[in-house]
């Protein structure tokens, strides 16, 4: 019999993908080129230009990121 679980449409709920950013072993990183890229957008689009910040981690990003868009979506 085959498989027919998808991560990708139907995640296992006991799974780790989706860890709180402050446990991320890199979450100290600086954010990447992607979260920069969609940070700056996410900011122009909300009108909060002041939320965006160059030195940003991985984690703070991340957090950054979801709180703009929780915003965006009221």
Known sequence: ?????????????????????DDWVTGDEPMTGAQKSYLK?????AHEPDAFAE????????????EIKGRMQK
């Open 1 to 21: 019999m085959i498989d027919e679980h998808n991560p990708k449409t139907d995640p296992d709920p006991s799974s780790n993908t989706e860890k709180d950013p």
């Open 41 to 45: 957008t996410l900011t122009e689009q």
């Open 55 to 66: 030195d940003l981690s991985k984690a703070e990003a991340s957090k950054r990121i979801d």
